[in-house]
């Protein structure tokens, strides 16, 4: 190791622990946010689930005086619905309720037009107050209610009709199984269970890669910056150490950084995942989803470190390069203002879409940037596809190396002193020596 180059790591990763901004947005924010985020959706589906599941009171005003109240209990108490019969005005009613509450209304002569093969008319009032979820699956459960109830009445009326005849093949003359073959295998698992599977599971992980990636790039661009700002390096130039050791030394500084970073966020995306999959087996029609290859593998996540991390690097490198052009912090965020735009893209692409349907040009754009990787891998964490992440790796590792030779180059010339990117004002970019 080039002499002094070990007391300027340390100086560096010391330097940037101080800031509040990399400690808490690098490090705490991804180690907090992910697990909040898989908390509060485990939490908040459990008290949807919790009121789905409860018991329900149901009012019920009956104007027909036919026999439709003792009809509709059995179905409510399979329902786990409370039916309580009334009396009254039902608009009226309906606004004593709490929110969601819901009331049946049963208007004379329903039960002679049902014998009489004419459609009878029921009206369900329900009360909202709050527009919440809560009160909204109130109203779909005694809707269910009203549904199961009408099932019944066809079926009697089937059987009655045509008394050789199974009601199940008249009402459903057509049987759909649906089963999903993953990784080569057919599941008991449809569709829609599947995408919600993996729509939950790939959902927040780009966002908070993005938001990781472009806090990296402002530490990285202004921690030069601020060193010009503070005539410090000025006197780093002048310590008996070369410059690219001093250029290496900010940079393993920043890879020390984003390496914790890498741990906080694989860790943090582990615990989301969890959080997500705990609730779903419920859905599969009791389907391990181990079995199914639903669960992120080790492998998975070892591939999703190591792209975030090539990320990272690659986004330190980019941001070192450009800070050295910078003259102070402004200008520095001000450069890694223009710069943050292909770190938005692969998000905005990729969050809820898939590469293979997008255009060719668009597909080739994506590729060739380095932080289109992480997102790529936190989708593969259930397909196992990880031919492509592979290749990125050795993209990335190029992207880093031609970048890094670049800053090398600049810093180590007087152009680290004087070289700045201004924005001329007719918005042309230069790259300027000082005399």
Do not use: C, H, W
Request: charged share 15%; proline share 5%; hydrophobic share 50%.
């Amino acid at each position: 190791m080039p002499k002094g180059l070990r007391l300027l790591i340390v100086k560096e990763v010391k330097d940037l622990l101080r800031d509040p901004k990399i400690l808490i947005g690098m490090i705490l924010f991804p180690a907090l946010m992910l697990p909040l985020m898989g908390a509060a959706i485990n939490i908040s589906t459990g008290s949807t689930i919790e009121i789905a599941s409860s018991y329900l009171t149901t009012y019920i005003i009956d104007d027909d005086g036919g026999s439709v109240v003792g009809e509709l209990q059995p179905y409510a108490n399979d329902s786990r619905i409370n039916l309580i019969v009334t009396s009254g005005n039902p608009a009226d009613v309906v606004t004593t309720l709490e929110g969601g509450g819901t009331l049946i209304y049963v208007p004379a002569g329903f039960s002679q037009n049902i014998t009489s093969n004419m459609r009878g008319n029921l009206v369900l009032y329900t009360n909202y107050k709050e527009f919440s979820i809560a009160e909204f699956i109130k109203s779909q459960r005694v809707s269910g209610l009203i549904g199961a109830f009408e099932e019944a009445v066809i079926r009697e009326k089937v059987e009655s009709g045509i008394p050789a005849a199974d009601p199940n093949s008249i009402l459903n003359p057509i049987s759909v199984q649906q089963e999903s073959v993953i990784k080569g295998t057919a599941q008991p698992i449809s569709p829609d269970v599947l995408q919600t599977v993996v729509r939950l599971q790939g959902l927040m992980g780009p966002i908070v890669i993005m938001l990781v990636l472009i806090l990296a790039m402002q530490i990285a661009a202004t921690s030069m910056a601020v060193e010009k700002e503070a005539k410090t390096l000025e006197t780093l130039l002048t310590i008996p150490v070369s410059r690219l050791s001093i250029l290496f030394g900010k940079l393993v500084g920043s890879i020390t950084i984003a390496l914790l970073a890498t741990i906080a966020n694989v860790l943090a995306f582990t615990y989301y995942i969890g959080s997500i999959t705990s609730m779903i087996p419920s859905g599969t029609g009791g389907a391990d989803l181990v079995t199914l290859g639903l669960v992120p593998s080790a492998q998975g996540y070892l591939i999703l470190g190591l792209t975030l991390f090539g990320a990272l690097i690659s986004a330190l490198a980019l941001a070192l390069t450009l800070g050295t052009l910078a003259q102070d912090v402004r200008g520095a965020q001000s450069i890694i203002g223009i710069i943050i735009v292909p770190v938005f893209l692969p998000t905005i692409f990729l969050m809820m879409g898939d590469i293979s349907t997008l255009p060719t040009a668009i597909q080739t754009v994506l590729y060739l940037i380095p932080f289109t990787y992480p997102t790529l891998a936190s989708q593969a964490l259930i397909t196992g596809n990880y031919g492509t992440l592979l290749l990125g790796l050795v993209y990335m590792a190029a992207f880093t190396l031609t970048t890094l030779y670049i800053a090398a180059r600049v810093f180590s010339t007087e152009k680290v002193m004087t070289a700045r990117l201004t924005f001329r004002r007719r918005g042309r970019k230069g790259l300027e020596g000082g005399q």
